[in-house]
């Protein structure tokens, strides 16, 4: 109610700064016609300059508030890598030969990422300690929660995938730990982690583009803690 008053008391005193105006002019040229002609040529262009303005006005405030959206994203996302994500990468690679030392270099993240795309997702289920992944997934479910819940998420899609697929892996453990049937259950097991793997990979690139543009000091500190590089 405030600010539709505070509307209504700036409308009219721009009305009466016109009114003003209008009647200075008369006063001084003496050409009342003339005036009120221009007056409503000026009128008729208002509905296009209001429509300009609106659109650039419009875009403009979708444009800082898709910024503003991204960077509470990437805080999350970072909160992410920090509390369960560098962990849980650590001990799904050490079971990837292939993946192993395999990124080392950052001078080209573009490359970076397109290494991590191409790249065969393939685990010895022997070398993965499926107690320690529980066991960090666990520890984290509250933040998980509070992540997948949170509405800027949902307009990240690659990052939500992530959340549920470790979400689902979280689960799928506890449940085979819980009860162990036969061979199919690990081998399901196998799967799930290799969606994890793929997702957080690919998550993590772009986490390193976003520090990279953004926060060159913190990106300096994650490249250091690499979670490929392995003595």
Not at 5 to 21: D, E, F, Q, R, T
Not at 38 to 48: A, E, H, T
Not at 49 to 72: F, G, H, P
Not at 202 to 228: E, G, M, T
Request: charged share 25%; proline share 1%; aromatic share 12%.
């Amino acid at each position: 109610m405030k600010n539709k008053k505070h509307y209504i008391v700036v409308s009219l005193i721009l009305v009466a700064i016109s009114a003003i105006m209008f009647i200075i002019h008369y006063f001084v040229f003496g050409q009342a016609v003339n005036t009120a002609y221009y007056s409503l040529m000026n009128l008729c262009f208002i509905p296009i300059n209001s429509l300009v303005v609106t659109l650039i006005l419009e875009r403009l405030i979708d444009y800082k508030a898709k910024q503003e959206r991204m960077e509470k994203l990437n805080m999350l996302i970072g909160l992410f890598f920090t509390e369960v994500g560098y962990k849980l990468m650590r001990l799904i690679i050490k079971a990837d030969k292939c993946g192993k030392n395999s990124i080392i270099l950052f001078n080209d993240l573009d490359e970076v990422k397109s290494q991590v795309e191409k790249h065969k997702y393939i685990i010895d289920i022997e070398e993965i300690d499926l107690d320690k992944i529980m066991d960090v997934l666990l520890e984290s479910s509250n933040l998980l929660v509070d992540l997948i819940s949170n509405e800027n998420i949902m307009q990240h899609e690659i990052f939500t995938d992530l959340l549920m697929s470790v979400i689902h892996l979280r689960d799928e453990i506890t449940f085979y730990k819980n009860d162990k049937t036969d061979q199919l259950d690990i081998s399901h097991l196998e799967k799930d982690i290799l969606r994890v793997y793929k997702n957080i990979a690919i998550q993590w690139v772009d986490y390193l583009k976003y520090l990279n543009k953004s926060y060159p000091f913190l990106y300096d500190n994650a490249i250091r803690i690499n979670p490929f590089k392995f003595n």
